[in-house]
């Protein structure tokens, strides 16, 4: 049993945020999976595919408490760690690139911060760069993307959706060396 998870804050005024990259790349998988049906439990928007053995997940919790519905819904799964894919938003990454690692420590973000402290950190993770701000770093990533950013998202939604797809198809190497030689233009 494989868990994607996105990470971002429930709500209508988070939506489109920068936050949210995190559930808008799990958003994009269930649409080209063409599943529906998602139920909200365990602190958790979830869907289940049995074909494919696979949940995804978006934590409703809030960002900083993302780490306990992944430990319980892993749990539950029995999911181990190397079959949990986490995706979310990275300051440190220009707008346009996107990086995935085996495992890691959580680089400042507060929602791979609360999984470390429910979990362990030997999971790969997908970071989607949304930029760092001149301004305060919160207002940046609770804000809407730009106007330019908006027109990019699209393309840059996709990539990362299709690195998902290449660790489900063909694993964590395959999605490495395409995630990690790819810039959205």
Do not use: C
Not at 5 to 27: C, I, K, M, Q, S
Not at 84 to 111: E, Q
Not at 169 to 184: S, V
């Amino acid at each position: 049993m494989r868990i994607v998870a996105g990470l971002g804050n429930p709500g209508r005024e988070y939506e489109r945020t920068r936050h949210n990259a995190g559930f808008l790349v799990v958003d994009e998988v269930a649409r080209r999976f063409a599943l529906d049906g998602w139920k909200v439990k365990d602190g958790a928007r979830q869907v289940y595919d049995s074909s494919r053995k696979l949940a995804l997940v978006e934590p409703h919790t809030f960002m900083n408490n993302s780490g306990v519905p992944l430990r319980i819904i892993a749990s539950w799964y029995r999911t181990p760690p190397e079959s949990l894919l986490v995706v979310y938003d990275d300051m440190d990454l220009p707008f346009g690139k996107i990086r995935m690692r085996p495992f890691g420590g959580h680089g400042g973000h507060n929602g791979m911060r609360s999984i470390l402290a429910t979990m362990t950190e030997r999971f790969p993770r997908i970071r989607v760069g949304v930029g760092r701000p001149a301004f305060e770093s919160i207002d940046h990533v609770l804000s809407p993307f730009s106007k330019e950013e908006q027109e990019r998202l699209p393309a840059l939604i996709d990539a990362a959706a299709d690195g998902v797809e290449r660790w489900l198809q063909d694993g964590p190497e395959a999605a490495m060396q395409y995630l990690n030689n790819l810039e959205i233009a």
